[in-house]
Nanobody
Framework: QLQFVESGGGLVQAGGSLRLSCAAS????????MAWYRQAPGKQRELVAE???????NYADSVKGRFTISRDNAKNMVYLQMNSLKPEDTAVYYC???????????????WGQGTQVTVSS
């Protein structure tokens, strides 16, 4: 009933840019919030950015000023524009959404499979 399609990951040099995309498809009734998480080898998953509304978003301190999260409500998509990438940004990035399906009354968290971002120095 629900599918996440993540794209945009890859290998870039330090200082480069990538734009991650995540499309949620299925019998979606409502989407509350969308977010990007990442998990580096040997580290726990951390919140990178979340977008609550068009005017409200939150970022990890480590990416403020470099990353921008945006959302297209009509297409059920969330994006993460990553500029000035650093080797420490290397991780698997996961799309996350809190949404409600037609078949489910309550909102739940759903996760994508992740996309690899590797930044070389």
């Amino acid at each position: 009933q629900l599918q996440f399609v993540e794209s945009g990951g890859g290998l870039v040099q330090a200082g480069g840019s990538l734009r991650l995309s995540c499309a949620a498809s299925g019998s979606i009734l409502n989407i509350n919030t969308m977010a990007w998480y990442r998990q580096a080898p040997g580290k726990q998953r951390e919140l990178v950015a979340e977008i609550i509304s068009a005017r409200v978003s939150n970022y990890a301190d480590s990416v403020k000023g470099r990353f921008t999260i945006s959302r297209d409500n009509a297409k059920n998509m969330v994006y993460l524009q990553m500029n000035s990438l650093k080797p420490e940004d290397t991780a698997v990035y996961y799309c996350q959404a809190n949404l409600r399906l037609y078949s489910t009354f309550v909102f739940r968290d759903y996760w994508g499979q992740g996309t690899q971002v590797t930044v070389s120095s």
